[in-house]
């Protein structure tokens, strides 16, 4: 079937320190590949998206790229602020009409000062 | 205001009892979703919608029942609640080919 494995946290990190949060997924097709982030008591915000192998996604310092010899979606930024303490869902669309997003189980990341 | 609507934002019912969960969207989008929030299973789609009058089954529908008489609300109710239905229900809408737009979640607790 088709899922998404992310890992598991909670990730802690300092200020300033690089981020990864690793995905991979399993797909029947070619699915297009999101991440999205969740700050405390909202709902989910879009943060970056990749429709095809080899794209990479970016917006606000993060970025993913679409990988499709590993089935990865990494998301990675360089530089991590308090700021982005939130949890982090990867998310497969497959390119077919009548699906829907089929998330990861999330990953909770905590930036200290 | 346009956007994504959700309510109510908390609700706490009882066992047994019939609850709705309302969702209300502006800009007509087609498709409409009721996903599940829940620690260490991430989000997990109850029903689906891709128009007026048209609803399908996500991963876990036991216990709801949706309806789509109008493209710009989609209600969930749950026939007769129970401790498991414990959760932050998201409403989310999109368009073919475009991203999802999510409401703010009513977080349900049954007791």
């Known amino acids: 079937g088709n899922s998404v494995t992310q890992m598991e946290g909670p990730v802690t990190l300092s200020e300033e320190a690089f981020l990864t949060i690793n995905c991979t997924y399993t797909?029947?097709?070619?699915?297009?590949l999101f991440w999205y982030v969740q700050y405390p008591g909202e709902g989910l915000q879009l943060l970056l998206k990749?429709?095809?192998?080899?794209d990479k996604g970016s917006n606000k310092g993060f970025e993913a790229t679409y990988r499709k010899e590993t089935t990865s979606f990494h998301l990675e930024k360089g530089s991590v602020q308090v700021s982005d303490s939130a949890v982090y869902f990867c998310?497969?669309?497959?390119?077919?009409?009548?699906?829907?997003?089929?998330f990861g189980k999330g990953t909770t990341l905590s930036v200290s000062s | 205001d346009a956007g994504i609507t959700q309510s109510p934002r908390y609700k706490i019912t009882e066992t047994g009892r019939q609850v709705t969960l309302m969702c209300h969207q502006t800009?007509?989008?087609?498709?409409m979703f009721w996903y599940r929030q829940d620690l260490g299973h991430g989000l997990r789609l109850i029903y689906y919608s891709a128009a007026a009058d048209i609803t399908d089954k996500g991963e876990v529908p036991d216990g709801y029942v949706v309806s789509r008489s109008k493209t710009e609300n989609f209600p969930l109710t749950l026939e007769s609640a129970t401790r498991s239905q414990t959760s932050v229900y998201f409403c989310?809408?999109?368009?073919?080919?475009?991203?999802?737009?999510f409401g703010s979640g009513t977080r349900l607790t049954v007791v």
């Open positions: 990749a429709t095809k192998a080899d």
């Open positions: 800009w007509s989008h087609s498709y």
């Open positions: 797909a029947t097709g070619y699915p297009s």
């Open positions: 989310a809408s999109s368009e073919e080919g475009y991203g999802y737009t």
């Open positions: 998310a497969l669309i497959l390119n077919q009409a009548g699906t829907a997003l089929i």
